[in-house]
C-alpha cells in the first residue's frame, strides 16, 4: 500500500468537522439551560366574540376546560358565560358598515380562570404568550369559538 499524504484538503475537512461537534455541543448545552423558575398566578382570561350560534354557547358550561385551537395551551376552567345581542356587521347603500343583530346567534363574553405569567409583553401561558386584543380561536367543553379576542386578563382575586 502506498502511503498517502497529508494535505490541506484533509486539515480543511478535519476542521470543518470539529467546528460541527463543537457547534453542535453548544446547541445541546443552550437547549438544557433552565429557565429562571417563576411562579405562576391564578388569573382570569375574558375572551369576546361577536356572533356565535346559539347552540354553541348551549354546549359550554361552568366547569368545562378551555384550550387554545392551534398552540394547545390549556386557558383554564369557564367560571362565567355571558351572553348577548349578536353583533353582525352589513353594509348599507352608501358603503357605510352598521352593526345588526341576527337571530338564533348571539354575542359571547366567557371568562376562564387558569395560571399563567403576567408580564410586559402579555401573559405566558403553556409556555405561549397572549395579549389583549389577539384574536385567537378557543376549544371551550363541546364548542369551537372561533376568531374571538381576549378582552381582558387580571391576576384573580
Same mark, same amino acid.
Given at each position: 500500500?502506498? @502511503?498517502? @499524504?497529508?494535505?490541506?484538503? %484533509?486539515?480543511? *475537512?478535519i476542521v470543518v468537522v470539529v467546528i460541527g461537534i463543537i457547534g453542535y455541543r453548544n446547541k445541546i448545552a443552550k437547549a438544557n439551560v433552565s429557565t429562571p423558575n417563576t411562579n405562576k398566578e391564578? *388569573? $382570569?382570561?375574558?375572551?369576546?366574540i361577536e356572533e356565535i350560534p346559539d347552540f354553541a354557547i348551549d354546549a359550554?358550561?361552568? +366547569? %368545562?376546560?378551555?384550550? &387554545?385551537? *392551534?398552540?394547545?395551551?390549556?386557558?383554564g376552567e369557564v367560571v362565567d358565560i355571558n351572553p348577548g345581542d349578536s353583533i353582525y356587521w352589513e353594509s348599507r347603500e352608501d358603503g357605510q358598515l352598521v352593526p345588526s #343583530?341576527?337571530? +338564533?346567534?348571539? #354575542? $359571547?363574553?366567557?371568562t376562564m380562570e387558569g395560571t399563567g405569567? =403576567?408580564?410586559?409583553? /402579555?401573559?405566558?401561558i403553556d409556555k405561549s404568550v397572549y395579549y389583549v386584543g389577539q384574536t385567537i380561536?378557543?376549544?371551550? /367543553?363541546? #364548542?369551537?369559538? @372561533? &376568531? +374571538?379576542r =381576549? #378582552? &381582558?386578563v387580571k391576576i384573580a382575586e
Open positions: 500500500m502506498k @502511503k498517502r @499524504k497529508f494535505t490541506w484538503i %484533509d486539515l480543511i *475537512i391564578k *388569573i $382570569l382570561i375574558t375572551f369576546y359550554i358550561n361552568i +366547569g %368545562d376546560p378551555v384550550r &387554545e385551537s *392551534i398552540q394547545n395551551a390549556y386557558f #343583530s341576527r337571530e +338564533g346567534y348571539s #354575542s $359571547l363574553y366567557i405569567i =403576567i408580564n410586559k409583553d /402579555g401573559v405566558s380561536s378557543l376549544n371551550a /367543553g363541546n #364548542s369551537l369559538l @372561533k &376568531e +374571538g =381576549i #378582552s &381582558e
